[in-house]
């Protein structure tokens, strides 16, 4: 699909996956919309990137802040390319611990929220606008892209809410893809595994350390950069639809 005049909103712009995707789009021609809550990270990136690139505070679990963002993109150019890579809180506990305590509903329910249901609202909203595209001569009006995670298919101890939430986005892709193909709009799923991104808090050379050597090949965590690469194929490529592709090293996730 080209980008060039065409604008695209990437949610959770100013993160590890995020930012890296941003440039990527800048660099292959759209006006990219930095859809995040880390306003310092996000204002830096679009000053980073000039007049291609507008911050837009967004939260995902607030339709009028994501219709706000896709109507920002909007103004820059046909909304063409939505990805939806935002984060969220990690938790870290099992269902029942080891003192009898089960867990928290709230905690699960606020983490289903943030990954499940707004990357739908994302999706949804954002298909929407471009169902309002002049399609291009391929017949394309746009393409959505979600991001998953092997943890939707392999969850470790102490995931249920963040597994339950990345195998909806998973079980989403290709419902997703049959309704808005009569559109012209293509719903595609990144599911990554072991990526360095800032959330580790830690320097790099640390976190490769430390996970690296669970990865089988190659044997290091991710680079946020090979998943936006991925990502601006998924765009280009139009004959990718209705798939969530795996970008983990062959890794598959034990059960710690």
């Known amino acids: 699909m080209e980008l060039a005049g065409a604008s695209a909103i990437v949610t959770g712009g100013a993160g590890g996956f995020g930012e890296a995707t941003v440039r990527r789009l800048v660099a292959a021609g759209a006006k990219v ?38 109507d920002a993109a909007r103004e820059l150019g046909p909304l063409r390319a939505a990805v939806v890579v935002h984060g969220g809180p990690a938790a870290g506990a099992r269902i029942v611990n080891r003192e009898g305590r089960p867990y928290p509903v709230d905690t699960f329910r606020r983490t289903v929220e943030i990954f499940l249901t707004g990357t739908f609202t994302v999706l949804s909203r954002a298909a929407a606008a471009m169902a309002e ?26 995931q249920s809410d963040y597994s339950a939430a990345k195998g909806g986005v998973i079980g989403l892709n290709l419902t997703a893809a049959r309704d808005l193909a009569p559109l012209g709009i293509r719903v595609m799923s ?16 640390e ?3 430390k996970w690296g050597p669970g990865v089988p090949n190659p044997k290091r965590m991710g680079h946020a950069d090979e998943y936006a690469r991925l990502a601006l ?16 090293a062959a890794q598959r996730f034990s059960i710690k």
């Open 207 to 209: 976190a490769q350390a």
């Open 133 to 158: 595209n002049e399609p291009l001569d391929s017949g394309q009006r746009g393409v959505v892209i979600t991001t998953a995670s092997i943890a939707g298919y392999e969850g470790q101890v102490g």
């Open 233 to 248: 194929h998924i765009v280009d490529n139009d004959y990718l639809n209705g798939e969530v592709i795996r970008i983990d």
């Open 33 to 70: 919309v930095i859809a995040d809550m880390a306003e310092d990270r996000a204002k830096q990136l679009a000053d980073d990137l000039g007049e291609n690139a507008r911050f837009v505070h967004t939260d995902v679990t607030d339709e009028a802040s994501v219709l706000a963002a896709i």
């Open 190 to 205: 990144i599911a990554p595994g072991t990526f360095f991104t800032p959330a580790y808090g830690m320097p790099e050379a």
